[in-house]
């Protein structure tokens, strides 16, 4: 009797699960894939990231610089001239006497000062001697490609209380002076 005991207690454990625990098994295999999917997710993305941070990594080449130069070192390399310029804007044209500053500074003239004129109405550009600084005169005039015997340009009125050595007015001819033109084709 003790044998069919056991046997019956045997029996009990081999019965068939009920169809509740079968539910509840395949929610568990279901779930358990997706932990596992998620797993290996996770572990590419670890190879992927320990991947590139041992790689031999590309190196930058810094740039040397080199230091600024002493303001000495600037001038020995291109001199100012001793030739006081003020630039006057008689044509309208707005930033115009600032290129012609610029331009003029290109040919180691000294522009000391750049604004309008008294009017826009100036149709030539004049160069204006200020003083009896020929010298002056004729680097100014030269820089420009023009004549200093052409009376029309080139004109001479020494002021007492003039604090330049030459007046250059540009006029609306200024696309005309090929000088200029050449430099203003290399701003744009």
Known sequence: MA???SRSK???????????RKKGTWQNTILNAVIGGFSLLVLVFIYSFSQRTSADRVTIPTLTQTPPKLAAEA?????????????LNGCGEQGIAARMSDFLRTH?????RSE????????RTQVISRNENVEALKKVAGSLGFDIRDKSRVRIEPT????????????KDFNSIS????????LF
């Open 75 to 87: 001038y020995e390399e291109n001199p100012i001239l001793d030739i006081e310029v003020e630039v």
């Open 179 to 186: 000088p200029v033109v050449e430099y203003l084709k290399t």
């Open 3 to 5: 044998a069919k005991r």
């Open 116 to 123: 309008n004129a008294n009017s826009f109405d100036y149709t």
């Open 108 to 112: 180691q003239i000294d522009v000391v």
């Open 160 to 171: 007492s209380d003039a604090d330049v050595d030459v007046t250059v007015i540009v006029g």
């Open 10 to 20: 045997l029996s009990f454990l081999k019965s068939k699960p009920s169809r509740k």
